[in-house]
């Protein structure tokens, strides 16, 4: 039958797609009057606050991992990091990240809370105050480093993000790529135009269904 768009934002061709997520967050939740339970997008989506809502919601956020680059850092099932010679880290302290959200310490387990005779080669150690990480402890930020992205559930609710792709396949044919006006307003009315367009026509099709299968009973 076909996908229908719910919200859109249009955003300057030399920003990235983050940015984006939190109005269309916003608009969808207005347009459904309801929270939706899962989410999916690809992997320039990948931060905590995208798997908040869902994490919230009891649901997921099918999005691949992507570590831009940082090292991965082993965590148990209650996501507690390890340290690099296989130890759990020791929980210090919670604290408000600059980042924005809830942090909680972890420090060297052969250190804290109390020293051990074992010693390591780190030279934090050395300095006497071993190794510390401070990770995103909010909801998101857990479901962000332990969710099973092998589940069915995952690839179930990922394979749904083909919609999209089919959606910017009939955007492309209406032009989208190459607008025919240059202030960033009018750009925008004529993507809300063109999404519009292609709601209706899927909204057409389910009423020909419809209808066919109203004449058939």
């Given amino acids: 039958m076909g996908e229908v768009v719910l919200a859109e934002y ?10 984006s997520f939190r109005p269309l967050y916003q608009r969808t939740v207005a347009a459904l009057e309801g929270v939706p339970t899962h989410l999916t997008a690809d992997a320039a989506f990948d931060a905590w606050y995208v798997y908040e809502p869902a994490a919230c919601q009891g649901g997921i956020a099918a999005v691949p991992k992507n570590q831009h680059g940082h ?3 082993p965590r ?17 302290f919670q604290l408000a990240h600059t980042y924005g959200y809830r942090a909680q310490r972890f420090c060297c387990p052969l250190l804290h809370p109390v020293a051990t005779a074992e010693h390591c080669d780190h030279p934090q150690f050395a300095k006497g105050k071993g190794c510390t990480k401070d990770v995103n402890w909010e909801r ?3 479901m962000r480093v332990q969710l099973d992205r092998s589940s069915p ?17 009939q955007a492309k044919e209406l032009g989208i790529e190459q607008p025919k006006v240059h202030n960033g307003q009018s750009v925008a009315n004529l993507n809300t135009l063109m999404y519009v367009i292609i709601t209706v026509r899927a909204l057409d099709r389910v009423k020909s269904i419809n209808k066919g299968l109203l004449q058939m009973s």
Wanted: hydrophobic content about 30%; some cysteine.
């Fill in 76 to 92: 148990d099932p209650a996501g507690v990091p390890r340290w690099p010679m296989g130890l759990r880290m020791h929980p210090a």
């Fill in 140 to 142: 998101g930020g857990l």
């Fill in 10 to 19: 249009t955003q300057p061709f030399n920003e990235n797609d983050l940015p």
């Fill in 153 to 169: 559930l995952y690839q179930a609710i990922y394979t749904q993000r083909t919609g999209c792709e089919r959606i910017n396949s």
């Fill in 71 to 73: 090292p991965v850092f």
